[in-house]
């Protein structure tokens, strides 16, 4: 499966724009990018997902690079409320999602 | 329509006994997962139905470990002799259950918070 690296941690000040990197260098050519977080106590949330384009919703948007080894997610204004644990998940196999460590977002007042 | 549920929310047990773990799923998905998710640690596989039928148990850790789901539509998953080790959050998940895997999202459940004493 393909593997994803993410930062462990990263902070983000309030009302700014939190960037979230994620590497996945061995992605195949039909294999999605999916982000999903996770707040405490809580199930993973889905955010958004993306193949090639650029993509965007009410909660995020989702840069992928033109050779699709990498992406970011991007939270416009981060709030409080957005602190969790980020993942990048780009490996469906038989429906499986692979999941990682992720990257634990705190925002910062 | 509602979210996908799972129940009891939380489960303390003692070394040794069985437990039982539900999920209701999104109505009108026919694929459902399970996950289990220990402390501190990212979410590890354990089971994938399509419909009544599991054509992926890979990740089941040990033969104490088995799902059903009848009517396509709640899943039960039974850890027999429950050790410490089993303690964690237990995920499940639903999907659509099309065709083009590489496309479903899934949603998530609440968990529920299995501990063995």
């Known amino acids: 499966d393909a593997k994803t690296t993410q930062p462990p941690s990263m902070d983000c000040a309030e009302g700014r724009a939190a960037n979230l990197p994620c590497n996945h260098s061995?992605?195949?050519?039909?294999?999605?990018v999916y982000w999903y977080r996770q707040i405490h106590s809580q199930g993973p949330q889905y955010i958004i997902h993306?193949?090639?384009n650029n993509e965007t919703n009410e909660m995020a948007s989702l840069i992928i690079t033109e050779d699709r080894k990498s992406s970011t997610l991007i939270l416009p204004h981060a709030t409080l409320r957005d602190t969790a644990v980020y993942y990048c998940?780009?490996?469906?196999?038989?429906?499986?999602?692979?999941f990682g460590t992720g990257t634990s977002l705190t925002v910062i007042p | 329509g509602a979210g996908v549920s799972q129940s009891p929310s939380n489960k303390v047990t003692e070394k040794g006994k069985d437990v039982e773990l539900r999920c209701d799923p999104i109505s009108g998905h026919t694929a459902l997962y399970w996950y289990r998710q220990s402390l501190g640690q990212g979410l590890e596989f354990l089971i994938y139905?399509?419909?009544?039928?599991?054509?992926?148990k890979s990740g089941l850790p040990s033969d104490r470990f088995s799902a059903e789901r009848t009517g396509g539509s709640v899943s039960t998953l039974t850890i027999q002799r429950t050790q410490q080790e089993d303690s964690a959050v237990y995920l499940c998940a639903s999907s659509r259950g099309l065709a083009s895997n590489f496309r479903e999202t899934q949603y998530f459940g609440p968990g529920t918070r299995l501990l063995v004493l």
């Open positions: 139905f399509q419909g009544n039928s599991a054509p992926d």
């Open positions: 993306g193949l090639k």
């Open positions: 061995t992605i195949s050519g039909n294999e999605y």
């Open positions: 998940i780009v490996r469906v196999l038989g429906n499986q999602f692979y």
